[in-house]
């Protein structure tokens, strides 16, 4: 096919079956670093969730049908390249988009702009787009469009002086603030905890635990358990039972824990109250009294940003707390993060929550269009989310916490509380681990944050050959909104079944 030299607004048929789109420029002093990028779009001309942006920090379309192939000196240019495999492309899928954006400056600071359509099997050029600039820091190239069942070439040449994020918030990308700083969630916005008997009328000889758990000279350990056939009678320490107390009993006091006198007064009130729901919902399920290491996994991928951002995943966190409090009292908790790739945070120790919300709980360096710039607010032990990226692979992350569980067994079993917003697209992978995962004492809650598409996470549940249900998964629309007695007992639900199941085929 012989190359075309396209204006602005011309378009041409692609009879190609895979191609690569190059964009050129020559590098020089004052002139600023460019980055090629791709949207794929539907119909409607919006991407279905953020998979669908492939760019540095997310190199390729989980299809494999759209790859960021990188930059190569060309002579005296320099190229960026994105390859499209049209016949791989995934149904409803109608147009990509070619993007570019400038850091550090304006495309009218970038000499010899121009954009190259190459057949990707023999390398031969289809057409050529010279184009101009001004004070953009963002252009859109050019497409490749379905029309009639046949895919087309346009020169598209529009500018955008709101940088490669304002193209994607476009076509439907979700994008956090660029390189603000850390968020510290002063004060952690909190819903209203359903109304919790926690200072009942008691037999006069009765104590109960005081629900601010003030500081006192007392040691930090939980309280001391009857054992298990015990009958629940008034005395000076709280007695659990393994079966629910008679109705006029008064419900057993939180657990005391490693750290808990050390939180501001406010928080420490919650976390009692929320620790007495947690205590009640065991109760509910007839386990009162049984101990789990928790681990927290928190999603990070792009489409979580204006989760981070509202502070919601904080208040997650800062819920999750009290769920370790009282089933582990040693006042920490392990927690992961991830995206592309996993990242272990630092232990969430009881007595440090504020700092912990405040230095891992974050969109923090998660910025998808700034990597070049200068890092902001980094502190010793902090992620940097960038390493992370911000595409789903739950998998990876679920591998490295069970090596984590192998490498350091524990005489309780293992909760998992793993939170995501969906896009799970790795059904096969993460299947194969949690499959693998049966015959090791980890229990996996799975908790959808409203967005969509949860994939086998949500299935799991369905499907046969398991000895044992490992798995559990709901999703809300409005975590926040969710009062802590239903949060409690939805996370709570499948966990105790797991435990006898397990119990009785000699996992735990």
Known sequence: MTSSSLSKGAN?????????VELHWIAGPGAPDVDASALLLTA?????????????????????AVTHLGKAQTGAGTS?????????????????VL?????????????????RLLDAA????????????????AFIGGELYLRQGKWKFRAVGQ??????AGVAKDFGISVAEDEAPPVTPEPVPTPTPTPIPSAPTPAPAAPTLATSAPATSAPATSAPAAPASATPTPSPTPTPTLTPPVPSTPPTGPRLTKGEEKLPVDMRKRLSLRKEQVAVSLRKHGVEGVTARVILVLDASGSMAALYTRGVVADVVERMAAVSAQLDDDGEMQAWTFASNPARLPDLRLGELPEWLRLHVRVGQLSLFGRKRTKRGMEPGQVDMKAVGIQNEEQKVIAEVRTFVRENPAAAPTLVLFFS?????????????LRAAVEEPIFWQFVGLGKANYGVLERFNTLTGRRVDNVGFFAVDDISS?????????LLSEFPSWTREAGRAGIL
């Open 12 to 20: 041409l048929p692609v009879d190609s079956a895979e191609v690569r």
């Open 44 to 64: 409607a001309g919006r991407v279905r969730d953020d998979a669908d942006f492939v760019f540095y920090n997310q190199p390729q379309h989980a299809s494999g």
């Open 80 to 96: 960026d390249t994105v390859g499209v495999n049209l016949g791989a492309l995934e149904p409803g899928i109608e147009r990509i």
């Open 99 to 115: 993007c570019a954006s400038a850091d550090g400056g304006t495309f009218g600071q970038v000499p010899g702009l121009n954009l």
């Open 122 to 137: 023999t390398s031969a050029e289809l057409a050529r787009f010279e184009m101009d600039a001004g004070t953009e820091t």
């Open 159 to 164: 500018g955008y002086a709101s940088g490669l």
């Open 421 to 433: 917003d969906g896009g799970v697209y790795r059904n096969a992978q993460i299947e194969q681990e």
């Open 482 to 490: 969710v009062p802590d007695a239903e949060l409690y007992d939805r």
